[in-house]
């Protein structure tokens, strides 16, 4: 049993989950343990099963959690744990989500695995769909820029593409060999960063939409997100599989300074990172959050727990009480709220602090 347990593991998650799964020789399906057990063994279902939670994102005035879900997003306030509404219609399960400029427009990845993908923009006061990309896979990473001009999609297909919104003109930044999973712009807009399967992280310069650095020169693991520091001086990256579980931060701070060409390692310095060792847990998902020294990363796990980290490593908490893998996590921009989402269904809730207020299952709050 353990071992088909552990092959299955996370059956819905999203491209981290897919990509530890298929490193293991395996493609996961798009079914929770429960129902993956069900036609295994023959076992009864008693209930539907649940729709795991493989996105999540804060409104950028904090009032609204946006939950993404299979064909559709729904949204709560995340101050009483109540469901403020619900927007159907989408293309399948969603496995990214990113807020436009204006704060109403949030740009959703979507995908069936092997099948279709998608990325739409959502008007959340509206509810009107505007297509952007159609894909022959899932697409699972997302990203709009600070100034909501560009928005930047990554998929199984293993090509970054770039949108301008004003323009309507996309152009493709090639070089990832393996799936995008996860991008992110930098707060000033001028850096974007991807995340892949072929074990890299890759840092752009906007200006130019080429590739400045490959993180890190040797590393064994996929990468399986990315985010940057509100500071904009730390990038932070996921790795996980058989020989590293562990958050890689890369400082941006003087990486774009003239290299002396007398120090043939001088480059290879300033594209070393910093190894934050997570043990047990297994890192899908990966956050800032605002803190008086310096933000602090929030991290979702295998091991069915969130932990927040400092930027050197040190764990000041471990937030337990998911039934599943955390595939997603998100905090709102003053840092007064976390949320994370499992493959459980549920989403919680949880004060700065890291004490849980809510738990927000369909149609339900558990305090």
């Known amino acids: ?8 593991s996370g059956g ?11 490193n293991a020789g395996w493609r996961q399906d798009c079914l929770p343990h429960g129902v993956l057990l069900a036609l295994l063994f023959g076992v009864a279902l008693s209930a539907a ?5 493989t ?11 946006v939950v993404g879900g299979y064909k559709e997003v729904a949204l709560w306030n995340p101050l009483d744990g109540k469901p403020a509404h619900k927007w159907p219609g989408l293309a399948g399960q969603v496995r990214a989500l990113a807020f436009g400029k204006d704060g109403r427009s949030v740009a959703v990845a979507t995908g069936v695995p092997g099948r279709a993908g998608a990325v739409e923009l959502l008007d959340l006061a509206t509810g009107v ?41 996309s152009q493709e930044l090639q070089g990832h060999t393996d799936w995008i999973t996860g991008a992110a712009f930098s707060p000033d807009g001028r850096l974007l960063a991807t995340g892949s399967a072929d074990r890299t992280a890759r840092v752009w310069k906007t200006e130019t939409w080429k590739e400045e650095f490959q993180l890190p020169p040797q590393i064994t693991e996929s990468v399986s997100a990315v985010s940057f520091a509100p500071e904009g ?18 400082r941006t701070q003087g990486a774009f300074t003239e290299i002396d060409s007398s120090r043939p390692g001088a480059r290879n310095q300033v594209m070393q990172t910093r190894t934050l060792d997570t043990g047990a847990c297994m890192p899908l998902a990966v956050a800032w959050m605002k803190s008086a020294q310096h933000s602090r990363l929030l991290v979702g796990c295998t091991d069915k727990t969130v932990r927040v980290m400092g930027p050197n ?46 738990t927000l299952e369909e149609g339900t709050t558990l305090p």
Do not use: C
């Not at 049993?1 to 299955?8: E, T």
């Not at 937030?319 to 994370?340: C, E, F, K, M, N």
């Open 1 to 8: 049993m353990s071992a088909l347990w552990s092959r299955h």
């Open 12 to 22: 819905a998650g999203p491209s981290a989950a897919r990509i530890a799964g298929r």
């Open 49 to 53: 099963p649940k729709v795991p939670v």
């Open 55 to 65: 996105a999540l994102a804060f409104t950028p005035d904090g009032k609204t959690l």
């Open 129 to 169: 769909i505007t297509p952007v990309e159609q894909a022959k896979d899932e697409i699972l990473a997302v990203a709009l820029s600070p100034d909501g001009r560009y928005l930047a999609t990554g998929g199984v297909d293993t090509i970054v593409r770039i949108w301008n919104l004003e323009s309507k003109v």
């Open 233 to 250: 001086d730390l990038l932070a990256f996921t790795t996980g599989g058989p020989e590293e579980r562990a958050v890689r931060t890369w």
């Open 313 to 358: 490593g040190n764990t000041f908490a471990t937030l337990t009480g998911h039934g599943d893998w955390v595939y997603a996590v998100a905090v709102s921009p003053d840092g007064s709220r976390l949320a994370s989402g499992s493959g459980d269904g549920a989403v919680k809730v949880w004060n700065g602090g890291g004490r849980l207020l809510f």
